[in-house]
């Protein structure tokens, strides 16, 4: 698959030129529908090192175990497969689970509603996903608050007008004004019906997961979903070594469905796991490894992203911290051990403990996501938006990570060593003691050359004062309103519309309202 641009191509008239119009205005008209990387990966640890650690993820495995809790199909497929089940308890002879794994596909493609915004998922592609699963959001006119649905609705707007992000993600925000028993149904139709690149669903229970996955067949037609990946879902480890039946279950509905999982640990070092980084590493591929499995026990060859949440704690007072140098280590070698067993990877974000949009929030989530472009990521989830340990979704948070993420795209792109980028002609029009301003080689590239932030001020002291001294989270804002208001939604098949609506009335009208 190519890099197809998220916005049009030529200059039309109607909606697609205005959308056009407005892009080259920001300069992102030639954003890709995913990334390309054209610079290496960091390999921090040696064949010695990768295998230490595969050594002991497996001694976890075989002299530990995991347990599944409540899922007695997930049981039975493990002890078919040759494990030793004792009650929930599993383990496995070392190389056991990565032999169960073998099956699952290093590289896939996800489509999207809009064929043009399709993403690849493992190889050399990079994908952008906003943050998931904060209760809350924030924004300057209203300060933090619980997310609603028109919070939920609006983030899957900006992400879908935002060019540096490739995919629409999952919960972006938790509408709590919605029965938490419905409100995957909302979410779902929100991606679908407001957005038209990749989408994730709801892994909450099972009954959620299959939900998700029949409102896909309902908008790309089941024989699609069938054969190809429609949609992710972002299933968790109960770290330390648990899976519980909500997560087996919803993992199960997934790949039975040929849809792809995201098998995530979550480790906080020192709560959910070890302080020391490489007993954290061992647990995380052992963990992820387990769920990669059950996958593939369920459906061989369906897809799966090997996933990672590695983070650190303030051990004195027992708070999470995040953009820490150990877990930006981590990741590295989390990075190496899904190269090593083949598979595609998630990994870290625009992570940071900070409450607000500060100095703080975008040191940390510069080095998380640094992390994640050097170990290799392929599905970048929590790119944009992130606050506050991930409770809180920020608008201009948002706005300030996806222009990172802008500038990532360039930076992906390692140097260009074409003739044309020695700019000799340059060099000979003007010789020596003349500045390149007026050069054509400069006329040529002026509009492409240098990344453009949306936000940052590049002007005078004596501009920006007199423009009223105005903060980056103000430009944000300001940002965020434009987009807002400037969005206008992609077309449906009035026909699919109707059907979504049809099948979210008739599940809600099946069960009662429920609130926790």
Known sequence: MTDTPTIGRTRSGGRAGRIQTRAEHAGDAHAPAFLRRQIPVYELLGEEGLALIETNADRILADVGVEIRGDEVALGLFR?????????RVRFDPGHVRALCATAPSQFTQLARNPARSVEIGGDAIVFAPAYGSPFVRDLPNGRRYASLEDF????????VTP???HSGGTVCEPVDVPVNKRHLDMVYAHLRYSDKAMMGSVTQPSRAEDSIEMARIAFGADVVERSCVILGNVNVNSPLVWDAAMTGALRAYAAANQAPV?????????MGPVTLAGAVAQAHAETMVGVALG???????PVIYGNFLSSMALRSGSPTFGTPEPALGSLVVGQMARRVGLPLRCSGAFTS?????????????VSMQAAILCGAHFILHSAGWLEG?????????VMDADFCGALHTYVKGIDLSEDQFALDGFVELGPGKHFFSAQHTLRHYETAFWDSWVADSTSFEQWRDAGERRVEERAADRVATMLAQYEPPPIDPAVDEALREFMDRRKAEMPDMWH
Request: charged share 15%.
């Open 164 to 166: 540096w992000l490739h």
């Open 80 to 88: 078919d497969a040759g494990a030793t089940v004792d009650g929930a």
């Open 153 to 160: 609705e609006a983030f899957v707007k900006l992400a879908y």
């Open 296 to 302: 593939q026990l369920t459906r061989p060859g369906s």
């Open 263 to 271: 098998v995530v640990p979550f480790i906080l070092g020192g709560a």
């Open 390 to 398: 991930g409770l809180a979704m920020g608008y201009e948070k948002f």
């Open 354 to 366: 900070s409450k607000v949009p500060d100095g703080q929030a975008m040191m940390e989530s510069a």
